[in-house]
Structures are given as C-alpha cells and as structure tokens.
C-alpha cells in the first residue's frame, strides 16, 4: 500500500508527460487526477492504521541505493505517525487541486504538461516525507524545488513567469546549499545518514566525554554541543529557504505568478511546509541544541509577525493570501522552537485545508472576473458568487482562529505554548505572535470585504460575465471548507492533547526537560483569551474601515505616506537583496563578459594571435602562383639568406 501511496503519482506523471499529446488533455487529466484521488485514500486508510493504532513503525524497502565506502544507503519508505499525517495533507489536497485544475485549466492548451508538473511535484514531495535517510530526504527536497520552478514558470511566454521561478530556484538554493553542509556534517560526526542511526548516536554523542575539538566548521574548533548547533543551525537553514522564513522569504509572493492551483498546491499546503517537516523529523537533532532552538524560535516570530505588516496592504488578492501563508509558517516555527513539535505539526495539518481553501476560492474568484487580481477592482461579488463567497468566509473564520474552527484550535495552542516556552526568545515569539493574530484578522477580512461587499467596482463588460465556477471546482472548496471547520475539533485531542502518548508514539521526541505540552494547559486565562481579543479587533477595525468609512484607509496612507509605502514595497527587502547581491553579481558578470571573455580571451584569441597568424597565412598563399620562375626566385633569395647567415653568423665555428 505504501509503494503504492508513493509511486502512483510517478506513474501518473510519466503517462501525461510522455503521452499527453497522443492521449489527449482529457485522458491526461482523468488519469492523473483519479491516480491521486486513489493515492488519498489509501492515504487516509494509512493514517488511521498507523496513528490509532498500535502499529509499530514500518521500514519498506524499495531498493538498494547508493553503496561507497562506508555510505550505504538503501531507498526505503518510513512509516510511522508523522509520514503518514504528511501523507494525508499532501495526497488530499493534491487530488483536490487536480481535480480542481480540470475546471480552472480548461482553456489552456497544455493541459497535459501542466497535469504531469502537478503529479511530478506530488512524487517529489512524498519521496520526502517518507525518506529514511538524509539523502532520500534531500532527493525529495530538490525534487520539489525543480516541479516548482517549472509549475511557477508554467506560462513561460510571461516575463514576469520566468523571472518569478528563476528567482525561487535561486533563492532556494541559498537555503539548500545550507541543508547540504548540514547532512555532510551528520555524516562526519556519526559515519552515517540513516535517521535511527543517527537519531541513536545523537544523545550519547553530546552528552559524551568529548570536551576536545570534534569538528572545524569556518576556522572556529567545535566540541560535540557546537558541533550539534552548527549542524541544527545548517539544516535550519534548508528550511528556512524552503518554508520562505525571515530573510529567505522573497521569493515566495513572486511564486504568485504561477496558476493558482499552484499556489494551492506548492505554496499553501505543501511544499513550503517541507521546512516544517523536517525541522519535527529532526527533533531528537535539534532538542540537543538549545541555541538552535532559540534561533528557530526568533526567526519563526520575526517572519509571522512581517510577513503580517506587509499583508496588510497588499492589493494583489493571491499575494495578500501568500503572505498569509508567510507569516503562518512563522507561526509553526515558532512551535518547533520551543519544542512543542506536535502543536507545531497541528498548525500544519490544519493550516492545510483552510490555506488551499483560500487559494482555489482566490482561484474562483480570478475566473469569475475574467482574470482579474486586483482588489480594488472587485467589490460587491457576493451575489454573484454565493458559493464561493461561503467558502471564503469559512477559510477566512479559521485562518483568523475563530472559536471551533481548526484555526482556532492549532493556532491558539502556538500562542500558548510560546508563553510557557522557555528558551530566551519564547516571549518573544509570544509578543510578537499575539500581534500577528490581530493583523492576520484585519487582512483577511480586508480581502473579504474589498472583494464580495460594497460597490462593484469592476467594468461593466465585466461585471455582466461574473459568473459562479463549475462544480469540478467547487466541490474541492467544500470538502477543504469541512476540514477548515472541523479538522481541529476532531483531532485537538490525538495531535496535542491527552492522546498525544498514543497517537505520535516515537514519531516526535521530546526531552525529560520539555515540559511545554503539559505547561501550556495551565497558561493564564488572559493568555487564552488574548488570541480572540485580537480576532475581533482585527475584524472591527476591518469593518470600520471597508463597510462603515471606505474612505478612511485612503486618508490614512496619505497622513502617513513612508510607512505606508515601506510596508507596499515589503520594507524594500527586494531593493536591498538588489542592490547588495544582484547588481554587484550583474557587474562582476559584465566585467568577466566583456574584459574577461571579450578583451583578454577573444583579444588574444580569436581576434588576436589566431587573427594575425590567419593575415600571414593569407599574404604566404599569395606566393603559390603556380608559376616556376616564382619558385626558383624564392629559391634563389632562400639560397642567398643561407649563404649570408654562414658568411656572417656561422663563421666563428672552427
């Protein structure tokens, strides 16, 4: 069942990519969406299994990988509690995003392709999640980085597409170069990449007798707890480049340009929750780190609460929605930072179906107005599109944690378990986390009313063809709505409460000094409740703004003009990264270009000693005229010059 999990999407993917074009669109997208809908349900079969179960983990072996040396690795699928909650975000909102992308893809005539990019990415992502070992994780991991360069630069005849993808390949790769130094140091320090391995070494390692240098990392000699921060801060590094953290973020609301059932898919509920993944797989890592945790911690906080500021203003309605996603993985980092690692993974399984929910309702909008994007040219929806007005509403109530709804269960479980943490940085995460929930509600609820309520303000042609989607695309919102309502309050209790123990077995490791899961149930009742204060203060103020005075947020920009400007242009970091990395990186490349290649090498090359002997060679196949008296000419001056040489040069030889 789980090779069959897995390598269904593959199987799907080559049959679109190799006979799209003989098949046909339909037949493409038929047999890769009811692939992955039969991949989701033995999905789901396999998380009931497993977690409710007291089914021990499972190691099944493909085959044998990789044997050099002492490096032997075999491809083997991981089973346990935390593969199998993956297994289901991914599969389920995979085959919904298909069978979603038959309504929303149906003009465009490559269809086949775009069906074999989406079930590529899928195979990628579950390669990772099921990895065993360190170098089937990072097989995984780039494997999704290549189906989102080529999903987000789908529509490669836009500019604006191709730069949008090169851009997140590049920037990931910052991320990337990181997780790599990472597992290279795992394999110094303990001769091996597989997980159990490691993860059985790892405690003895640190707590060992090793006071002398175990590693040389940037010239500093490291003992076994700075060998373990390092290898933790370098693995981190991975995710913060995927999961688009603090300082690694640019590259995801450019992302936006790709279809939006690829924001759906790649940036809502998958892919970017990678960085998440992996942080929780690796905890029995990173709970040897404190420092690495902290920094965790930090960065988890600072991106929820900027990635927030900027949604606020944002007019691009799927850029304000990729922002959200931002700052709502900030959120689950924040989690792995104080070790509540279960609450983190929560976060990410609710965060799953009210994000997608988000995104495809976008994606319904978009179709409605005629590919339309731009809130301010949207208004008064509603009537016409009740359906995915509801479905909205619902992803909107549960992203703002909106007492019942899955939302307000993981999310408000973060905000308390940042306040019992107890690294350095946790009251922060706490501070900072709490503000973001209020901007979180007052940006969700700014897209609602910008786009269903009030005037319309789209053309009339326009508004005479707004029309509700298909049901191949609705269907999809009302199965995501039903998990963004009722996901939390099914599984609070086998994900974060009293059947943890039960539930996660080994699957996530926490010390006998992580105390967070307990602690965090005893929080004060002011900590409780602050989540929903500043809900509903998001929310009014979001109504008095976009209902009762509309013409108050226009005034506000212009009193304050810079900071209005400096959240529009997302505190300038692309102008920064620009000017620090681009255009230094652009010069060096024209200097290399045109000094290098053009004057040094083409100089002295093909334009220098090649052309100068090119015009000898020319001027001595003048001589060859074909007649004899030439010849005995060039004989009788060779002779000449030969009898000179000895009279004068060759004379002093006795």
């Known amino acids: 069942m789980y090779s069959a999990i897995v390598f269904l999407p ?4 080559l049959i679109a990519g190799l006979f799209g074009r003989m098949i046909g669109s339909k037949a493409s997208e038929y047999i890769t969406s009811g692939l992955l809908i039969v991949a989701a349900i033995l999905s789901w079969i396999a998380f009931f299994s497993v977690g409710f179960t007291d089914a021990p983990p499972q190691h099944v072996t493909i085959l044998r990988w990789i044997n050099s040396g002492t490096l032997d690795v075999n491809w083997m699928i991981r089973v346990d509690t935390l593969t ?6 991914v599969n389920t909102v995979s085959s919904l995003v298909h069978v979603y992308s038959i309504g929303y893809m149906h003009h465009d005539p490559h269809r086949p392709r775009f069906f074999a990019y989406l079930s590529l990415f899928t195979f990628a992502m579950l390669t990772l999640v099921t990895a065993d070992n360190l170098l089937q994780m990072f097989f995984g991991w780039e494997g999704v980085g290549l189906a989102s360069y080529l999903l987000i630069g789908f529509w490669y005849q836009k500019p604006s597409a191709n730069a949008a993808a090169i851009k997140a390949f590049v ?31 790892a405690h003895a390692f640190v707590e060992g007798e090793h006071s002398e240098p175990v590693l040389d990392f940037l010239g500093y000699q490291l003992d076994a707890h700075g060998a373990m921060t390092a290898l933790c801060l370098l693995l981190f590094m991975g995710a913060m480049g995927k999961s688009a ?42 709970e040897l780190s404190h420092t690495a945790l902290t920094f965790v911690t930090f960065i988890g906080a600072t991106t929820a609460f900027f990635a927030a500021t900027v949604g606020l203003v944002q007019n691009d309605i799927k850029r304000v929605i990729a922002y959200s996603t931002c700052s709502q993985l900030g959120y689950m980092f924040v989690a792995l930072g104080v ?19 988000l995104f495809l309702g976008a994606g319904s909008v978009i179709h409605a107005v005629s590919d339309e994007q731009d809130m301010r040219k949207m208004g008064g929806l509603r009537k016409h599109i009740p359906v995915t007005y509801w479905m909205m509403i619902i992803g909107t109530l549960a992203l703002t944690g909106f007492p019942l709804t899955a939302g307000y269960f993981s999310k408000d479980a973060i905000i308390e378990s940042a306040f019992v943490g107890h690294n350095s940085f946790a009251l922060y995460g706490f501070w900072l986390t709490v503000a973001a929930a209020a901007l979180t509600s007052f940006y969700s609820w700014r897209l609602a009313f910008m786009t269903f309520h009030g005037k319309p303000r789209a053309p009339v042609d326009v508004m005479k063809h707004v029309h509700e989607s298909p049901y191949v695309m609705t269907v999809p919102l009302m199965i995501l709505a039903a998990g963004a309502l009722f996901a939390g309050l099914i599984f609070s209790g086998v994900f974060i409460g009293e059947g943890y123990g039960e539930f996660w077995r080994t699957s996530l490791f926490t010390s006998s000094e992580n105390h967070v899961l307990h602690d965090m149930h005893d929080v004060p009742t002011w900590v409780k409740f602050a989540p929903l204060v500043m809900m509903i203060g998001g929310f009014a103020l979001a109504w008095l703004f976009y209902i009762r005075s509309p013409e108050t947020p226009k005034r506000l920009a212009e009193r304050h003009e810079g900071l209005y400007k400096f959240l529009l242009n997302k ?10 990395f681009v255009r230094p990186a652009m010069w060096v490349g024209r200097q290399l270009w045109k000094k290098g290649d053009g004057a040094t090498i083409d100089g002295l090359g093909p334009d220098g000693i090649a052309a100068r002997v090119q015009n000898v060679t020319t001027w001595v196949v003048r001589l060859q005229t074909g007649y004899i008296y030439h010849y005995a000419f060039a004989m009788l001056i060779g002779v000449a010059a030969l009898v000179t040489w000895s009279m004068f040069g060759g004379g002093s030889a006795h």
Do not use: C
Request: glycine share 8%; aromatic share 18%.
């Open 245 to 286: 953290q603090f300082l690694l973020h640019t590259w995801l609301p450019d992302a936006m340009e790709g279809p939006t059932p690829v924001s759906a898919l790649i940036h809502a509920a998958t892919m970017v929750t990678a960085g998440v993944f992996m942080v929780a797989r690796l905890s029995p890592l990173f």
């Open 10 to 13: 593959l199987i799907g993917f």
């Open 571 to 580: 505190w300038y970091f692309d102008e920064l990264y620009d000017a620090i």
């Open 84 to 89: 199998v909650v993956m297994l289901v975000v």
């Open 171 to 201: 920037v990931n790769r910052v991320g990337d170069f990181g997780f790599a130094l990472g597992i290279f140091g795992v394999f110094y320090l303990f001769n091996s990449i597989d997980l159990d391995t490691v993860f059985a070494n």
């Open 339 to 357: 070790g509540a690692y279960s609450v983190g993974i929560f976060h990410l399984f609710t965060h799953a179906f009210f994000k997608a929910l």
